[in-house]
Every structure is written in C-alpha cells, then in structure tokens.
C-alpha cells in the first residue's frame, strides 16, 4: 500500500527476483515483490491462461498492436497480424540495433522461455563469471539451482521412438555425419507430462505449440517451483501490474521507491510510493541496466559507480534454417520444447539448440538457436532528452556469431548437400541477426557492484539477476543466473542482515 515501510522490495520476479524472495523469506524476512507484468493464474474466456504460437492474441504480446513474431516470414510471406494492446507476457523490446525478447509477468523469463536448464562446461566458467570462485559454484550453487529449479531430462528410449522429436533425430544425424558433438539439454519441462501428451491422455502443451506466448500445462515456471515455495513461507508479498519507477535515499533512512500501478492497456492508473529498507534490482539485464542508468543520469542516485549501463552481450545468438531434403522430414507433430544441441563451443565458438518449427505442417526445415562467442558489448546510457534509456548495440555486431554459427551449418550444408532457408526472417535472408532471447549484463559483478552484487555507494542496494553476468553464458542463462543469485544472496543474508 501506498506509504507502507517494508524491510525488502524486490523489483522483477523472474529468477534473480525469485530465488531471493525465497531465500530471504526463509531467513525469516518480510518480502515485498514488485512485478510490472501480470499474475498469469487467471484462464481467459477460452479456460486457458496463455495462447499458443499458431493463435496469438491478446495475451501474447506486450503492449503491441501487432506481433514481432521472432520468425517472422513463413514461405516468404510476413505471418504477423494485428493484437489488440494488451499487457501481454512476451516483449519484443526494441532498441535501435536489436529487438530484445523478455518475459512479463510473475515467474519473468520462465513464462515464455524454452525451459532449456543447461549449466555451462566447468573449463568455460573463468570467461563467465572471472571474479567467481568456480569450485564453489559446481559444488554448491549449480547443483542447488538444478534442484530449485526442477531440472530433468529426456528419456533417451522415448526419445528414440516419439514423433515429436523427428526433428531433434534429424538434427542428431546431420551434425553426427559431419563430425560434430551432439548433446541431450536438460529442461524444466516435465518430461513425464510430455509423455502423456504424446499418449493422448492428458490436456497438450509443448505438443500444441505453447511455448513463445507461455506453457498451459507441463513447464515448471518458477510460478511452480522458487515462487510457490517462496509465498508458502507467508512472507512474500506479490504485486503483479506494479511497475518501479524511482528509487532514492530517504530522509528517514532506507529508500524511497516510487511505483506505477498499471492496467492491462498498459495505462497508469495510481502511483505509489513505499519506503524499503533494502531493495533488490532483479528486473533482468535490460529492466535493471536501464533503471540505474535513469537512476545515475537523474540524480536519484548519482554516485552509482561508472560501471552502470555497461558490459551488455546478447550472449551471441544468431538463428538459422535449414532447408532438407524431401527424405528428411522433421515432423509436423513437433514439440515445441528443444531437447538437445550442436556443441561446437571449443572448435568454432558456437553451441546450436536444435529448435522446433511447431507449425503443424512439415517443413523440411531445421532450425536452430545458436549461442555464440560474440566479443561484443554495449552499453546503456539515458537519453535526457527523450526520457528513456538507449542501447548503444549495432545491428552489424552480430558478424562474428554469424561467422561462429557457419562453423557449424556451412560444414553440415556441404556434407548434406543442403541449403540454408531464406524465407524465414524475410524475403531472401538467411540469419535471423536482429534480436536476442538472452540480454545479459549492464550491472556487472565486481564492476558495477561488488562481487556479490551490492550496488556499494549505496548500503542495502543490490543487483541479483541477469544483469550482473557480463554478456555471455557459452549456453542458455538461466541455471547460471539463477545459480549466482543463490551464491549471492547466502552471502548477503549471512552478512549484511
Ligand atoms: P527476468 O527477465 O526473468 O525477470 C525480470 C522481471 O522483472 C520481469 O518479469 C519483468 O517484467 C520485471 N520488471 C522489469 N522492469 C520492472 C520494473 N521497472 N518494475 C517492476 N518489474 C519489472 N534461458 C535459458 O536458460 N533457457 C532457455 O530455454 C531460454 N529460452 C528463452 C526463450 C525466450 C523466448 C526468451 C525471451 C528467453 C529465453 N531464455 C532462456 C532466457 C531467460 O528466460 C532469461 O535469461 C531469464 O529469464 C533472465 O532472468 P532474470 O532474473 O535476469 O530476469
């Protein structure tokens, strides 16, 4: 409520937000969990919560008018089409050279994503995270993220034989014959609902193309893993449709935390205003870059260090398809949760998901999400004069990923006798290099803050997600976000409370 005083705001509840909504609340603290996007608990007029990707409608989007579907061309036609504007639970954040993907809502990212729960190799981590003690890490942290997180994999016998994963098994035997590593990736899915799907006997998720626009059934979201267990403590509060806008000392100590109560066209409907004796930034890589950037630049918090805004990556991802030929079909049944990858990372600086195409008709496609040793960073930075914060990311930059991936599929192109799709970003364009689902950085660890994310000019302010990792995973973020907001709040709890 407006005016209330509360020990812990935390702004964002996605995995940084959520792990430390757990974890403080467990140590006996009263948690305030500020969330802009919605509670995603309530089924539309059609018994269903989210939509899927062949029906998006007004839950798909955030406060757009007309989809960005991240493939946008089919066949070479535009497959966009009007929404009504709505406060939906996929952003296609645009910023001059790249449209960033994120999730809105309670549970963040893990509304929307793939559910792919990869920890990185051991012998990558000192490019990861260069300040963190890796021992502690594999022995501790990642292990305590995979069980928070419900993390599991496929069984391989069912695997062999579904039809849902035709395609994964053609991706397996085209990069095997040109001699490239094939790895199973675990996922949060429940791989056991999945195979009920595939038996007929239980409501169809990942096999009914949900997956961009969120998971119905059978995805672990962090709505039912941290997030439950978090407010089962009864200590944490959850505001959903509340958007934080300022925060700043105040006079009677602790922070002053300005925030918008939105309504789902987007409008603000009440500010309010709370002071906290602590707050947590965990609006991920781009909500909390551009909040301290606005936060430094107007003089809420001018003594942030230099740091912010700095070191962000797209952690090199680059898209691709395929065209195969006619006695290789991927599968019009396809379901819509990757299962496995190309690990090309030492050789060529790549690491390729084999993705679904969950169209419902064959394609004779492959398609794949690369994730790429991309040396390039960007910075944010407020722009006074327009009132919001810029990235300064170039379209162009995405060359090396381009390059990395080609190490892979030129190679496998040639060995099939194949070509690469032109028709799915566009007319004639082959790499979809206009976007990312993996914003990281902007708040980095020892950089921005200190090495377990305290934002140090400012006692009880922390950053404790997606932007303290400094642009690159060398696979899917999430377990190594979700796994450093555990080393971290430990330490935090342990000594500042
Ligand atoms: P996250 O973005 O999850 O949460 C931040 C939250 O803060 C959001 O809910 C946001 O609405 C809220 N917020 C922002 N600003 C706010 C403000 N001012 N006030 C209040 N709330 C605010 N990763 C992976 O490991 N495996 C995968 O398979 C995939 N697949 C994938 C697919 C797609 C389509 C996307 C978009 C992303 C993925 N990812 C992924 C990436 C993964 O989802 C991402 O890295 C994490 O969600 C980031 O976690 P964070 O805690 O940093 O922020």
């Given at each position: 409520?407006?005016?209330?005083?509360?020990?812990?705001?935390?702004?964002?509840?996605?995995?940084?937000?959520?792990?430390?909504?757990?974890?403080?609340?467990?140590?006996?603290?009263?948690?305030?969990?500020?969330?802009?996007?919605?509670?995603?608990?309530?089924?539309?007029?059609?018994?269903?919560?989210?939509?899927?990707t062949r029906e998006p409608?007004?839950?798909s989007y955030w406060?757009r008018t007309r989809t960005k579907a991240p493939l946008n061309y089919f066949l070479g036609f535009p497959i966009d089409r009007d929404i009504?504007?709505?406060?939906g639970?996929l952003d296609a954040e645009e910023?001059?050279?790249i449209t960033v993907y994120?999730?809105?809502?309670?549970?963040?990212?893990?509304?929307v994503?793939?559910?792919?729960?990869?920890?990185?190799?051991?012998?990558?981590?000192?490019?990861?995270?260069?300040?963190?003690?890796?021992?502690?890490?594999?022995?501790?942290?990642?292990?305590?993220?995979?069980?928070?997180?419900?993390?599991?994999?496929?069984?391989?016998?069912?695997?062999?034989?579904?039809?849902?994963?035709?395609?994964?098994?053609?991706?397996?035997?085209?990069?095997?014959?040109?001699?490239?590593?094939?790895?199973?990736?675990?996922?949060?899915?429940?791989?056991?609902?999945?195979?009920?799907?595939?038996?007929?006997?239980?409501?169809?998720?990942?096999?009914?193309g949900?997956i961009l626009y969120?998971?119905?059934?059978?995805?672990?979201?962090?709505?039912?893993?941290?997030?439950?267990?978090?407010?089962?403590?009864?200590?944490?509060?959850?505001?959903?449709?509340?958007?934080?806008?300022?925060?700043?000392?105040?006079?009677?100590?602790?922070?002053?935390?300005?925030?918008?109560?939105?309504?789902?066209?987007?409008?603000?409907?009440?500010?309010?205003?709370?002071?906290?004796?602590?707050?947590?930034?965990?609006?991920?890589?781009?909500?909390?870059?551009?909040?301290?950037?606005?936060?430094?630049?107007?003089?809420?918090?001018?003594?942030?260090?230099?740091?912010?805004?700095?070191?962000?990556?797209?952690?090199?991802n680059v898209m691709c398809g395929?065209?195969?030929?006619?006695?290789?079909?991927?599968?019009?049944?396809?379901?819509?949760?990757?299962?496995?990858?190309?690990?090309?990372?030492?050789?060529?600086?790549?690491?390729?998901?084999?993705a679904p195409l969950p169209t419902?008709?064959?394609t004779?496609a492959?398609f794949?999400l690369?994730?790429?040793?991309?040396?390039?960073?960007?910075?944010?930075?407020?722009?006074?004069?327009?009132?919001?914060?810029?990235?300064?990311?170039?379209t162009?930059?995405k060359?090396?990923?381009?390059?990395?991936?080609?190490?892979?599929?030129?190679?496998?192109?040639?060995?099939?006798?194949?070509?690469y799709r032109t028709d799915l970003f566009g007319v004639y364009k082959v790499w979809g290099d206009h976007l990312t689902y993996?914003?990281?950085?902007?708040?980095?660890?020892?950089?921005?803050?200190?090495?377990?994310?305290?934002?140090?000019?400012?006692?009880?302010?922390?950053?404790?997600?997606?932007?303290?990792?400094?642009?690159?995973?060398?696979?899917?973020?999430?377990?190594?976000?979700?796994?450093?907001?555990?080393?971290?709040?430990?330490?935090?709890?342990?000594?500042?409370?």
């Open positions: 409520p407006d005016g209330a005083r509360v020990p812990v705001l935390i702004v964002g509840s996605g995995y940084g937000g959520s792990v430390a909504a757990l974890r403080l609340a467990q140590a006996g603290v009263d948690v305030h969990l500020v969330e802009m996007g919605m509670a995603w608990d309530t089924p539309g007029s059609d018994g269903k919560i989210f939509c899927n409608d007004y839950r406060l009504p504007r709505h406060t639970v910023f001059a050279g994120q999730g809105r809502g309670v549970g963040g990212g893990s509304l994503n793939g559910g792919m729960a990869v920890t990185p190799r051991r012998e990558n981590f000192p490019a990861i995270l260069p300040s963190v003690n890796a021992g502690e890490m594999y022995d501790v942290y990642y292990p305590r993220a995979n069980a928070g997180l419900g993390v599991g994999t496929i069984d391989p016998a069912w695997f062999e034989g579904t039809d849902c994963y035709q395609y994964a098994r053609v991706g397996r035997k085209h990069a095997q014959r040109s001699g490239f590593p094939f790895v199973f990736v675990p996922d949060v899915y429940d791989w056991d609902y999945m195979e009920q799907e595939a038996a007929g006997t239980v409501t169809k998720s990942a096999l009914a949900e969120g998971n119905n059934h059978g995805k672990k979201s962090l709505q039912k893993t941290y997030l439950a267990r978090a407010k089962a403590t009864g200590r944490v509060a959850v505001s959903p449709l509340h958007r934080v806008t300022t925060v700043a000392p105040a006079s009677g100590g602790g922070y002053r935390v300005v925030i918008e109560q939105l309504d789902t066209t987007g409008a603000v409907t009440a500010t309010k205003s709370v002071t906290a004796d602590r707050v947590f930034f965990a609006a991920g890589s781009v909500g909390t870059s551009k909040l301290l950037v606005k936060l430094k630049a107007t003089g809420a918090l001018p003594n942030l260090n230099g740091e912010i805004g700095k070191g962000w990556g797209d952690n090199g395929r065209a195969n030929h006619l006695w290789d079909p991927t599968g019009s049944l396809q379901s819509a949760i990757p299962c496995c990858g190309i690990d090309n990372w030492a050789a060529g600086g790549a690491f390729a998901e084999v419902g008709i064959e004779f492959s794949y690369s994730i790429t040793n991309n040396p390039n960073r960007a910075q944010f930075t407020w722009n006074a004069a327009a009132g919001k914060a810029e990235l300064s990311w170039q162009a930059w060359q090396p990923s381009i390059d990395m991936a080609k190490s892979i599929f030129d190679k496998i192109n040639s060995k099939e006798g194949t070509i993996h914003p990281l950085g902007g708040a980095v660890l020892n950089k921005a803050t200190d090495n377990y994310g305290r934002l140090t000019a400012y006692p009880g302010l922390y950053v404790i997600d997606g932007a303290l990792i400094p642009g690159n995973t060398s696979v899917n973020p999430f377990v190594t976000i979700t796994a450093l907001a555990e080393r971290n709040i430990e330490k935090i709890i342990a000594t500042d409370l």
